[in-house]
């Protein structure tokens, strides 16, 4: 913190063109009425014939009757009023000369988290062996229908990584374990690597592609499916959901939280559920081996064999898909629904996600022995990986998981397109998240379609950064020293730059929609 602080008191404070305006008026009118006053000194002294100190005295008091008192206190009422306007928006400012600049602002910098996302990690769709369904992450009602079997919605990789192995792929994207820049990783189930096939379009199509089991694509699941297909994200969690599905109160790892998110929002009872399937020994979640286990008393709708307990499995799927045996055909429960696993698909489904900058975590569940597990049994990572019979899990499906962009703010950035203000967006997190909320947002398009690293910027001379800021719209994982450099750089094209944040990154607090709002008052 103290050294952002530093950074920012050091930046040079520019004037805004009101005041450069007034400046140069106030030079003209030194020069005018210097001129004035001589002119005046020698009309009286030489042709009226006064006193040489009558003179003086006559000249000093035109000097001083030509002096414009009131501009000042005419700029500040103007100033004051703009305010009051802005104030109406609730926008405060601090700084009166700030509201002139609002007005000739070219480019808004704009941080990612918080600010043009709902900083709430949601669960935006699940992929099961044979389809993929889209949540609404921006629903308000607890309904089964926020869930869409949706076939093509993030069905291929995204444009920019078609040609990219699955190694590169997970450089740039969430869950590489470098956790986003300047922040404490809160993805907790990194992948550690990801092999694709040499044919990737081949790999991603499922085993049955024309399978309306166990529902149509453009149809909605039921409620009893969504509990089936997520149970393992709920009861394989110590978090607590915040209050109606809020962070208000919440406890717990963003990541997990929103798989429980999208279940309460679909109408599931979670507390009704954890009680119905009470935990009775666990794996506990370690960053070495990036998953954790509970086993639990089957429901009746789990479909139990008698004298077996249901194990619920949760982490990297990259680790999760190599101690699959099966796969639940349609996600759906059951001996009878069980497919041999094809790696390569899972694999291929890993990378999709991944490079449209999703967080991905694997669901696996499997039967285990009553007699081989003890009740309140703390169990290690050999419980998973070191079974005799080996590769004995079920893979139900991926969860993709991101911070969604607010609603508000892709209305907002189209008015600032359409009234010439470019949106630009200086972010920590992954190239690929950066760079999948830019399309979503519309700051991504042809003319801006790349993003650019903080480590790239390093590496860039003050020349090539003043380039390159006018040909990017996205800064990934970027630094304090990183925003400080692209503003200098917008500054010295020509350019008049704002930043808006909501962190300690940034340098003000304020909300992008109001901050937006303001350029057309």
């Known amino acids: 913190i103290g050294t952002i602080n530093r950074l920012v008191n050091n930046t040079e404070t520019v004037k805004t063109d009101v005041l450069k305006q007034i400046d140069q008026v106030s030079k003209w009118l030194f020069v005018a009425i210097c001129t004035m006053c001589l002119a005046t000194f020698l009309v009286a002294f030489f042709y009226s014939k006064f006193e040489a100190m009558d003179s003086v005295i006559i000249a000093l008091t035109c000097a001083v009757a030509m002096v414009p008192e009131g501009l000042e206190a005419i700029v500040t009422l103007t100033y004051s009023y703009a305010v009051k306007v802005m104030a109406s928006q609730n926008a405060i400012v601090r700084a009166l000369p700030a509201v002139e600049t609002l007005g000739s602002v070219t480019v808004i910098c704009s941080d990612k988290t918080g600010t043009l996302t709902q900083n709430i990690m949601s669960l935006t769709a699940f992929v099961t062996s044979n389809a993929r369904y889209k949540n609404n992450v921006d629903a308000n009602d607890r309904v089964p229908v926020n869930f869409v079997r949706d076939d093509t919605y993030l069905a291929e990789r995204a444009q920019h990584e078609m040609k990219k192995s699955g190694e590169e792929i997970l450089a740039a994207g969430p869950n590489n374990p470098m956790g986003r820049r300047g922040h404490n990783p809160s993805n907790h189930f990194t992948v550690d690597s990801l092999h694709t096939s040499e044919n990737p379009e081949d790999a991603a199509k499922p085993a049955h592609p024309d399978d309306n089991f166990p529902f149509a694509n453009g149809e909605s699941p039921t409620k009893e499916w969504i509990q089936s297909a997520l149970s393992c994200g709920v009861l394989c969690s110590k978090c607590v959901l915040g209050e109606g599905g809020g962070r208000a109160g919440e406890i717990g790892n963003p990541t997990e939280l929103s798989i429980l998110r999208a279940s309460y929002f679909a109408g599931i009872d979670i507390e009704e559920l954890k009680n119905d399937c009470p935990i009775v020994a666990e794996v506990p979640f370690s960053s070495e081996y990036k998953f954790m286990a509970t086993i639990h008393e089957p429901a009746a709708s789990d479909n139990a064999p008698a004298g077996k307990y249901i194990a619920y499995i949760k982490g990297a799927p990259d680790r999760m898909v190599k101690q699959c045996k099966y796969q639940a055909k349609g996600g759906v429960g059951g001996d009878d629904n069980l497919d041999e696993i094809d790696e390569q698909y899972w694999i291929e489904q890993i990378a999709i996600l ?28 050999e419980f998973v990986t070191g079974r005799p019979e080996g590769k004995w899990l079920t893979m139900v499906g991926l969860c993709a998981i991101m911070d969604p962009p607010r609603p508000e703010c892709v209305q907002a950035i189209k008015e600032a397109h359409g009234a010439g203000v470019r949106v630009a967006m200086i972010t920590g997190d992954h190239k690929d998240t950066a760079t999948a909320i830019g399309h979503m947002l519309g700051i991504v398009d042809e003319k801006f379609s790349e993003a650019v690293t903080g480590p790239e910027l390093d590496a860039m001379s003050d020349d090539e950064i003043r380039k390159c800021v006018l040909t990017h719209n996205v800064f990934a994982r970027a630094s304090p020293q990183n925003k400080i450099r692209i503003v200098k750089a917008l500054q010295a094209e020509g350019q008049v730059a704002s930043m808006t944040g909501d962190g300690a990154y940034d340098f003000l607090d304020q909300n992008f929609i109001t901050f937006a709002s303001t350029l057309f008052l």
């Open 354 to 381: 991944s490079s449209h900058g999703l967080r991905v975590l694997g669901l696996c569940r499997a039967f285990v022995d009553k007699d081989s597990v003890k009740t309140g049994e703390q169990l290690g990572p």
